[in-house]
């Protein structure tokens, strides 16, 4: 198959307080919710992209579950790997330390920013604006974590975002004992894989989720 870049702009966070952890993700890609977003409950978020590896999620979630730090697992995964150069990846961990990289043969615009409890980072962007609105609406939005991931990627899309246009988005939210039936830890896992707004249309996925599946009180 061949290798084709996921130029793409992601927000992964922790919410101390609900313990829930998740990204949200905007591409010109299709599908790039099949790619990016890798998380688990009580251990951590991977967002991996640029000329993605997908390893990167697993296995950046199996070093956070052995007791590996944000930083420690993301300095492993891009020592193991020989193409790290093209490589861009951000980390939460459940503790909320976060670590993003971006490698040296990313296209421009590339990078990101981290914080507590928060690490965001992009390729392929009109400009820096991108990630920095992102990081500004995501700190200063309130609620649940879905809701303020969401704010920030669309912060991020009216900064410039990707260079190239739009195509997909997703969102994945965490939490133990959260998913369907109270089965598995997803609480929210929604894409949008090819449409010409797509952070809207997910936006409006994610209001028909919470009137759907919302716990009444």
Not at 28 to 44: D, E, I, N
Not at 109 to 135: C, K, P, R
Not at 169 to 191: C, T
Request: net charge negative.
């Amino acid at each position: 198959m061949t290798e084709k870049t996921v130029a793409t702009f992601s927000i992964v966070g922790f919410d101390p307080q609900t313990q829930e952890l998740g990204i949200a993700v905007q591409s010109r890609f299709l599908a790039v919710g099949s790619v990016v977003p890798w998380a688990k409950a009580g251990v951590g978020a991977v967002a991996t992209q640029s000329f993605a590896n997908t390893a990167f999620g697993p296995r950046g979630l199996a070093l956070l579950e052995e007791g590996k730090t944000a930083q420690e697992a993301l300095d492993i995964l891009i020592r193991e790997d020989e193409g790290r150069g093209k490589r861009q990846v951000g980390i939460v961990d459940g503790q909320g330390r976060a670590a993003s990289y971006t490698g040296d043969k990313c296209l421009k615009w590339a990078g990101g920013i981290t914080g507590e409890n928060f690490a965001a980072q992009g390729n392929i962007l009109v400009s820096q604006e991108t990630v920095e609105a992102m990081v500004e609406t995501f700190l200063a939005a309130e609620g649940e974590l879905a809701h303020r991931l969401l704010e920030a990627l669309e912060a991020g899309q009216q900064a410039g975002g990707d260079s190239r246009g739009q195509q997909s988005a997703a969102l994945l939210i965490v939490q133990e004992g959260a998913g369907y039936g109270g089965f598995n830890d997803r609480k929210v896992d929604l894409r949008v894989d090819d449409h010409h707004e797509p952070i809207q249309e997910l936006k409006r996925l994610y209001l028909l989720h919470q009137e759907i599946f919302r716990t009444k009180k």
